[in-house]
């Protein structure tokens, strides 16, 4: 056991395993809480799988971290040249110290970013490397990730769930925080912005990309704008956002979209993910990019047989961290040294960028194909040389993991990430290791059923507390102007929600009815089928599948600004889903279905009145909240031109009032029996009954004056002066003036203000 472990290991050692697996629940329930996920690549049609985590951390003492940052530095710089010659004077190429075949068919070396000089100077501002240590207690590289490198965000929500397990002061007094590695890099990133007014942000490839929670957790944390391809726009050469106030520019973006996906125009034109002319912003130097576009190029397997001489010619020094050893087989000698030495190595393919134990090499441990029709591996190294690339078979080193009970020795690696400064290098101070589900390496990765694990660096003595905010920086906040993207998702998660209520109240009253007379022709039934249908909501089934389209479509639209989203109001949609689908195959109609509609009903309100309640009230509060007015006020609408007809059966009243949640409030306030009158009263005109539709209309008016477009004094925006005539008519209409004529024309009026919405703020 090396130094480092031991009073860690013997604090464990003294509690008994109920208390530890006690406090392991604990970080395991955080994590889940939080909504912390990783995204399977599977046919499943749910993918998101719950965050892996070893309980257990890594613990590494600061003086060893300190060596292998000084060598991961020197090869940070060292990429950087490369990449500045790649995309330069290509002098490696023309002196051999590079083949030039590994470039130009490597798919992401882009030649559109050819002799494009970087605005900030530098092609490379966040790396991250893959390390690991022999047993003899050297460390060496596995692989470099400069493409869009993942791992930050994860470890500190890695370093959170830790810290719920291990609550007392020692260790963790002594170990090195992670904020101060993020209060840097984010201020490096407003450096580059450039100008005032520019600002940085963060671009995702969106909701389908496996590390997507990664991105939404780094945006809030940082408190950056998260943003997809088509937030934006090149405008004059300048990258802008489109918001709802108008385009705003954009100094800084860092990319967490592989290259060739970023402009349609220049690169993959297939692309759908990211945004036209990006790459001329570039080029013109209006734009600063984390990383440089192309620098994919760089992980590809086959530069680690390079790497050690290009450093020598480059910067006249070694490596002082070794990477795995690694033979290109382009050559005769090299094939003919592979085939002597095939049980001792893994064989794949020359420009992927996966570690030899991940899916994508060819060969397995002990010169086995790993799921290949080839005929030998000395006929595939010889027919396709060029293409192959023979890696060592290392040994890694263990780490204790915790497995049914008891710790036993797993093989781990440590994901290290530098930041570029003003100063230099900066790096994290741990955070995130790969944890071996078994001894088989191909095992460490997360959809072979790895784990990841926190990485305690350790100090022998206390050391200073670190924070987001800095000594010299202001309380004051961060305004940021909302993408017209998030804005309409905002407004349509509104919508939605209020669109899956109205649904369950609908089924609830019919299967209500239904439980109470048997009678699936009785008047109100057939009326409520009529009008379900209507909405395309299929009475035949307990559960409609409507429910799930309409739940799925506000979960597709909290999910795509789920950086602007709380944890809780996520998790109160999730648990409405998970209900949802646990009564999805129930066959119960009447009192059965009721019930279940009940406890629907239940859920959905606590999650609408956990945002109405908890959610800041930003200008995308104002877009969810006009969404859910609106929504709700076109609803009641068409339930009061339906049932308060004069045509409708009797009882239609008192499913008009059950569907407005008036039933009891009407009976208080009106010592008669449901007329007409009465029910237009109070679920169109009252203005204190907060699902009255001019109620929705005095939310719409104030939220309306809150949004862009009132800066003039005096003068409300063109949204507001929509709204004020309707709320007017509302406001003074007798009840009895108010026709089935009057209310449908009241619904056409809604459709436009929302066409107006969108025309004025989400184009």
Same mark, same amino acid.
């Given at each position: 056991?090396?130094?480092?472990?031991?009073?860690?290991?013997?604090?464990?050692?003294?509690?008994?395993?109920?208390?530890?697996?006690?406090?392991?629940?604990?970080?395991?329930?955080?994590?889940?809480?939080?909504?912390?996920?990783?995204?399977?690549?599977?046919?499943?049609?749910?993918?998101?799988?719950?965050?892996?985590?070893?309980?257990?951390?890594?613990?590494?003492?600061?003086?060893?971290?300190?060596?292998?940052?000084?060598?991961?530095?020197?090869?940070?710089?060292?990429?950087?040249?490369?990449?500045?010659?790649?995309?330069?004077?290509?002098?490696? #190429?023309?002196?051999?110290?590079?083949?030039?075949?590994?470039?130009?068919?490597?798919?992401?070396?882009?030649?559109?970013?050819?002799?494009?000089?970087?605005?900030?100077?530098?092609?490379?501002?966040?790396?991250?490397?893959?390390?690991?240590?022999?047993?003899?207690?050297?460390?060496?590289?596995?692989?470099?990730?400069?493409?869009?490198?993942?791992?930050?965000?994860?470890?500190?929500?890695?370093?959170?769930?830790?810290?719920?397990?291990?609550?007392?002061?020692?260790?963790?007094?002594?170990?090195?925080?992670?904020?101060?590695?993020?209060?840097?890099?984010?201020?490096?990133?407003?450096?580059?912005?450039?100008?005032?007014?520019?600002?940085?942000?963060?671009?995702?490839?969106?909701?389908?990309?496996?590390?997507?929670?990664?991105?939404?957790?780094?945006?809030?944390?940082?408190?950056?704008?998260?943003?997809?391809?088509?937030?934006?726009?090149?405008?004059?050469?300048?990258?802008?956002?489109?918001?709802?106030?108008?385009?705003?520019?954009?100094?800084?973006?860092?990319?967490?979209?592989?290259?060739?996906?970023?402009?349609?125009?220049?690169?993959?034109?297939?692309?759908?993910?990211?945004?036209?002319?990006?790459?001329?912003?570039?080029?013109?130097?209006?734009?600063?990019?984390?990383?440089?576009?192309?620098?994919?190029?760089?992980?590809?397997?086959?530069?680690?047989?390079?790497?050690?001489?290009?450093?020598?010619?480059?910067?006249?020094?070694?490596?002082?961290?070794?990477?795995?050893?690694?033979?290109?087989?382009?050559?005769?000698?090299?094939?003919?040294?592979?085939?002597?030495?095939?049980?001792?190595?893994?064989?794949?393919?020359?420009?992927?960028?996966?570690?030899?134990?991940?899916?994508?090499?060819?060969?397995?441990?002990?010169?086995?194909?790993?799921?290949?029709?080839?005929?030998?591996?000395?006929?595939?190294?010889?027919?396709?040389?060029?293409?192959?690339?023979?890696?060592?078979?290392?040994?890694?080193?263990?780490?204790?993991?915790?497995?049914?009970?008891?710790?036993?020795?797993?093989?781990?690696?440590?994901?290290?990430?530098?930041?570029?400064?003003?100063?230099?290098?900066?790096?994290?101070?741990?955070?995130?290791?790969?944890?071996?589900?078994?001894?088989?390496?191909?095992?460490?990765?997360?959809?072979?059923?790895?784990?990841?694990?926190?990485?305690?660096?350790?100090?022998?003595?206390?050391?200073?507390?670190?924070?987001?905010?800095?000594?010299?920086?202001?309380?004051?906040?961060?305004?940021?102007?909302?993408?017209?993207?998030?804005?309409?998702?905002?407004?349509?998660?509104?919508?939605?929600?209020?669109?899956?209520?109205?649904?369950?109240?609908?089924?609830?009253?019919?299967?209500?009815?239904?439980?109470?007379?048997?009678?699936?022709?009785?008047?109100?039934?057939?009326?409520?089928?009529?009008?379900?249908?209507?909405?395309?909501?299929?009475?035949?089934?307990?559960?409609?599948?409507?429910?799930?389209?309409?739940?799925?479509?506000?979960?597709?639209?909290?999910?795509?600004?789920?950086?602007?989203?709380?944890?809780?109001?996520?998790?109160?949609?999730?648990?409405?889903?998970?209900?949802?689908?646990?009564?999805?195959?129930?066959?119960?109609?009447?009192?059965?279905?009721?019930?279940?509609?009940?406890?629907?009903?239940?859920?959905?309100?606590?999650?609408?009145?956990?945002?109405?309640?908890?959610?800041?009230?930003?200008?995308?509060?104002?877009?969810?909240?006009?969404?859910?007015?609106?929504?709700?006020?076109?609803?009641?609408?068409?339930?009061?031109?339906?049932?308060?007809?004069?045509?409708?059966?009797?009882?239609?009243?008192?499913?008009?009032?059950?569907?407005?949640?008036?039933?009891?409030?009407?009976?208080?306030?009106?010592?008669?029996?449901?007329?007409?009158?009465?029910?237009?009263?109070?679920?169109?005109?009252?203005?204190?009954?907060?699902?009255?539709?001019?109620?929705?209309? #005095?939310?719409?008016?104030?939220?309306?004056?809150?949004?862009?477009?009132?800066?003039?004094?005096?003068?409300?925006?063109?949204?507001?002066?929509?709204?004020?005539?309707?709320?007017?008519?509302?406001?003074?209409?007798?009840?009895?003036?108010?026709?089935?004529?009057?209310?449908?024309?009241?619904?056409?009026?809604?459709?436009?203000?929302?066409?107006?919405?969108?025309?004025?703020?989400?184009?």
């Amino acid at each position: 056991m090396r130094p480092v472990w031991h009073n860690f290991i013997s604090a464990l050692g003294r509690l008994p395993k109920d208390e530890i697996e006690d406090l392991f629940s604990r970080g395991t329930n955080y994590l889940r809480d939080a909504g912390v996920y990783f995204r399977q690549y599977s046919n499943d049609p749910a993918p998101e799988r719950d965050w892996p985590f070893s309980h257990v951390p890594v613990i590494i003492h600061e003086k060893e971290w300190f060596s292998i940052c000084d060598g991961l530095a020197q090869r940070a710089d060292l990429l950087e040249h490369v990449m500045a010659d790649l995309y330069g004077p290509a002098e490696l #190429v023309r002196g051999g110290h590079l083949p030039a075949e590994l470039v130009a068919r490597n798919p992401r070396w882009l030649r559109s970013m050819v002799g494009i000089t970087p605005a900030s100077g530098h092609f490379l501002h966040l790396v991250a490397f893959e390390i690991s240590r022999n047993p003899d207690g050297t460390w060496f590289v596995l692989g470099d990730r400069t493409q869009a490198p993942s791992g930050a965000g994860f470890a500190l929500e890695n370093r959170m769930a830790t810290s719920r397990i291990f609550q007392d002061p020692f260790p963790r007094a002594n170990i090195h925080r992670l904020a101060g590695f993020f209060r840097a890099f984010r201020a490096a990133l407003d450096g580059q912005a450039g100008a005032a007014g520019r600002r940085a942000a963060i671009l995702t490839p969106g909701p389908g990309n496996d590390t997507y929670f990664e991105h939404t957790y780094i945006a809030r944390y940082l408190g950056m704008a998260l943003l997809e391809g088509e937030d934006m726009i090149v405008h004059d050469g300048q990258l802008k956002v489109r918001t709802v106030e108008g385009l705003e520019p954009l100094g800084a973006l860092w990319r967490r979209l592989d290259s060739e996906f970023a402009d349609p125009l220049e690169l993959d034109e297939s692309s759908y993910l990211g945004t036209p002319g990006l790459v001329q912003a570039l080029r013109l130097g209006t734009l600063s990019m984390v990383n440089a576009l192309g620098a994919g190029v760089l992980e590809m397997r086959a530069l680690e047989a390079f790497l050690p001489r290009i450093s020598e010619v480059l910067t006249g020094q070694s490596l002082k961290l070794p990477n795995i050893a690694t033979w290109w087989c382009g050559t005769e000698s090299e094939r003919e040294h592979v085939r002597k030495n095939t049980s001792e190595m893994m064989i794949g393919h020359a420009l992927a960028s996966d570690l030899p134990f991940e899916m994508g090499a060819t060969t397995a441990p002990g010169g086995d194909f790993r799921e290949s029709a080839q005929p030998s591996i000395d006929a595939w190294i010889e027919a396709e040389g060029g293409n192959l690339v023979a890696q060592e078979l290392v040994t890694l080193s263990t780490t204790p993991a915790w497995e049914n009970g008891r710790l036993v020795p797993r093989p781990m690696t440590v994901r290290v990430t530098a930041a570029r400064t003003p100063s230099g290098w900066t790096f994290m101070p741990g955070g995130y290791a790969r944890i071996g589900a078994s001894n088989d390496l191909s095992a460490l990765a997360m959809q072979r059923g790895g784990t990841v694990a926190d990485v305690w660096i350790m100090g022998d003595a206390p050391v200073a507390a670190e924070s987001m905010l800095g000594a010299s920086e202001s309380l004051s906040p961060r305004s940021g102007a909302l993408p017209a993207r998030a804005a309409e998702n905002l407004f349509w998660l509104g919508r939605y929600v209020e669109r899956f209520e109205g649904a369950v109240r609908l089924l609830r009253a019919y299967h209500l009815r239904l439980a109470e007379t048997g009678d699936r022709k009785d008047p109100r039934l057939l009326e409520l089928a009529k009008f379900m249908e209507a909405l395309a909501i299929d009475i035949t089934a307990p559960v409609p599948k409507a429910l799930n389209d309409l739940l799925g479509s506000a979960r597709n639209c909290a999910g795509k600004v789920r950086d602007r989203f709380s944890i809780d109001g996520w998790n109160a949609l999730s648990d409405l889903a998970q209900t949802l689908s646990a009564i999805c195959g129930s066959t119960r109609a009447g009192d059965g279905a009721a019930h279940e509609m009940g406890v629907l009903l239940r859920k959905v309100t606590g999650f609408s009145g956990l945002v109405q309640e908890n959610m800041y009230r930003s200008i995308g509060w104002r877009f969810l909240a006009f969404g859910r007015a609106l929504e709700r006020a076109d609803a009641l609408s068409s339930i009061l031109a339906t049932f308060c007809d004069a045509d409708q059966p009797q009882g239609s009243l008192d499913i008009a009032l059950e569907l407005g949640d008036a039933l009891m409030t009407h009976r208080q306030r009106y010592p008669i029996e449901a007329s007409r009158g009465s029910v237009v009263d109070l679920l169109a005109l009252d203005p204190n009954n907060p699902r009255a539709v001019v109620f929705q209309l #005095v939310e719409m008016h104030e939220l309306s004056s809150m949004l862009p477009g009132n800066a003039a004094p005096g003068r409300p925006s063109a949204l507001t002066r929509a709204v004020m005539p309707i709320e007017t008519r509302l406001k003074t209409i007798d009840p009895g003036a108010l026709s089935t004529k009057a209310i449908r024309a009241l619904r056409r009026d809604l459709a436009n203000l929302s066409n107006l919405l969108s025309t004025l703020y989400l184009r």
